[in-house]
Structures are given as C-alpha cells and as structure tokens.
C-alpha cells in the first residue's frame, strides 16, 4: 500500500506562484508514475501533470504548459508541482496519485490517491 498526503494549497491571487507537495508512506514510489489531478466544484477531475518513476519524462495538460512544472525526489518519496502564473480557472482541489503505468491521464489507472489539497486563486 502506499498512502499519499498532498499539501502546499492555498489562496493566492491571479498571477502568483504555489507549490503542492506529494509526501509518499508505506512503500516506497519510486517504481510508479505520480500523476497531478484537479477537479473543480462540478466538473469532472482532469489530468494536470505526470512524471516517469525516474524523472525523465513529464506529461502536462494543455492548460498548464509553460505554467506547471512537476519534478520529484525519489530519495525523499516526494513529488512536487509547482504552479506559476496562477489563473481563478486553476481553482479546484487537487490530488496527487500513484499508478504502475506510463504517463498515462486516466484517472482510473491509478491505483493510490491522497485526500487533496485546495488550491484557489482569486481575480
């Protein structure tokens, strides 16, 4: 099993720059793809950013290239996103999710999930 605690959320105002953390117990994750997840009051939970078990590869969602950057430490069980330039339509809670599979932004394939953590950004 491995459980998965998110943190860093908070409110910030249109432009300003946050970074989640993603802090990994009970089995090491360094074998698994970290996704970043965000789902928004009513609206279905969207892919955010992926990151390879070894780092080298990323994917993101289209509404935050250039934006988000994921990046993680293996040695500390850690995945960070850090967001910049930060929009009111980034506003949502998001989770961060552990998966044996590559890259993927499905949502199912991903077998561990923390609670989340609320990001809002205010206009």
């Known amino acids: 099993q491995v459980q998965l605690v998110e943190s ?3 409110l910030v105002q249109a432009g300003d720059s946050l970074r989640l953390s993603c802090a990994a117990s009970g089995r090491t994750i360094s074998s698994y793809t970290i996704g970043w997840f965000r789902q928004a009051p009513g609206k279905e939970r969207q ?3 992926g990151i390879w078990w070894s780092g080298g590869s990323a994917r993101y969602a289209d509404s935050v290239t250039g934006r988000f950057t994921i990046s993680r430490d293996n040695a500390k069980n850690t995945v960070y996103l850090q967001m910049n330039s930060l929009k ?3 506003t949502a809670v998001y989770y961060c999710a552990a998966g044996r599979t590559y890259l993927t932004g499905i949502a199912a ?3 561990y999930w923390g609670q989340g953590t609320q ?3 205010s206009s």
């Open 47 to 49: 892919f955010v950013a």
């Open 119 to 121: 990001v809002t950004v």
């Open 88 to 90: 009111p339509e980034d």
């Open 8 to 10: 860093g959320g908070g």
């Open 109 to 111: 394939d991903y077998a």
